[in-house]
């Protein structure tokens, strides 16, 4: 009897052990269900490793020496449009400066100020008497030349100041 229950051991045992096998059978099946999907990623990541640095190197050389001329020539074309913005605002604050000034200098009451100044100059550099209708005129037409060869010298003035701005900067960058 003792052999037949050795037997029964043997049997239990191996029995056990097929159930340990099954179930590592399961557990690896669970394990590799993923395996085509990984694969061909692990290709992948594999083929961008297999790349040989002297072929990267060369393909970088490639792509720089085409692309390069033209991000040269984009920079260029932006640091002109840059120069001529900084240009044009500095036209712009010459022409705020010289409106500033020419509004600085007109009357406020819209006009009843200036009669009273023409009046007076008109007293003033005649003596005592008043002009008559045509000298009036002609002295009128005189002021407003006058006002505005003073407004195209002013202009002249600042235009010259702006091009010794724009001479300075070129001169620096230079």
């Keep these: 009897m003792t ?26 099946g669970t394990g590799v269900e993923d395996f085509p999907r990984l694969s061909s990623v692990l290709k992948t990541v594999r083929h961008y ?3 040989p640095q002297p072929t990267l ?3 970088e050389a490639s792509l720089r020496d085409e692309i390069g001329p033209f ?4 920079l ?17 604050k010459a022409r705020a400066d010289l ?9 406020d009451d819209n006009g ?4 009273q100044q023409n009046k007076t100059r008109t007293t003033k550099s005649t003596g005592s008497r008043r002009l008559d209708g045509e000298a009036a005129l002609r002295a009128k037409v005189v002021r407003q030349r006058k006002e505005a060869l003073k407004y195209s010298v002013e202009r002249l003035e600042l235009e010259v ?14």
């Design 3 to 28: 052999t037949a229950s050795t037997y029964g051991e043997c049997v239990a045992s191996l029995r056990t052990s097929l159930s340990f096998l099954e179930s590592s059978v399961a557990t690896l």
């Design 49 to 51: 490793e297999l790349i």
């Design 57 to 59: 190197a060369a393909a």
């Design 71 to 74: 991000v040269a020539l984009l």
């Design 76 to 92: 260029d074309r932006a640091d002109k449009h840059l120069e001529r913005q900084a240009r044009r605002i500095e036209t712009l």
């Design 99 to 107: 409106n500033a000034g020419r509004l600085s200098h007109l009357p």
């Design 112 to 115: 009843a100020d200036t009669k």
């Design 161 to 174: 100041l702006q091009k010794e701005r724009e001479l300075r900067v070129r001169l620096d960058k230079a």
